[in-house]
């Protein structure tokens, strides 16, 4: 299976609005978008374009507009981003940032119980 691009920040806000209702034309993404972000359609068809590129998207023609959607799920994006992450810090460097984003999370003790049964299950197949 292939393994989504790196995706830049802007290009998580148009994949947000793909996520939430697909398929969306780019004047629907762009309607979709925050107003603080202060976007023209133009940066929403170029981003849009790059997604593409990238294979982040797919779109098909429906009239004279094209209709996008994802490729990959908001969750095999967040993994591959995390991985990245974790792989630039280099060996040895991963529990840094784990660390970091544990203290930065607010996390409900359900979560808690689970990351610890996650951490003996990894424990058990590396020994």
Known sequence: MPKPPPITEA???????LWIDS?????E????IDPRQDW???TVKTLLARLLKKGA??????????L??????????VRAAGKD?????GPGAKSPPLAYFLKQSKISAGEIQELRGLLDRIEKEQS
Not at 11 to 17: A, F, I, L, P
Not at 23 to 27: D, E, L, R
Not at 58 to 66: L, N, P, S, T
């Open 11 to 17: 290009e998580w806000t148009v994949m947000d609005s």
């Open 29 to 32: 993404v762009h309607g979709n």
């Open 68 to 77: 996008y959607r994802p490729a990959f799920t908001r969750q095999a994006c």
């Open 23 to 27: 398929p969306q034309s780019a004047q």
């Open 57 to 66: 998207v797919r779109h098909r023609q429906e009239g004279k507009r094209f």
């Open 40 to 42: 023209t359609l133009g």
């Open 85 to 89: 992450l974790l792989d630039r810090a």
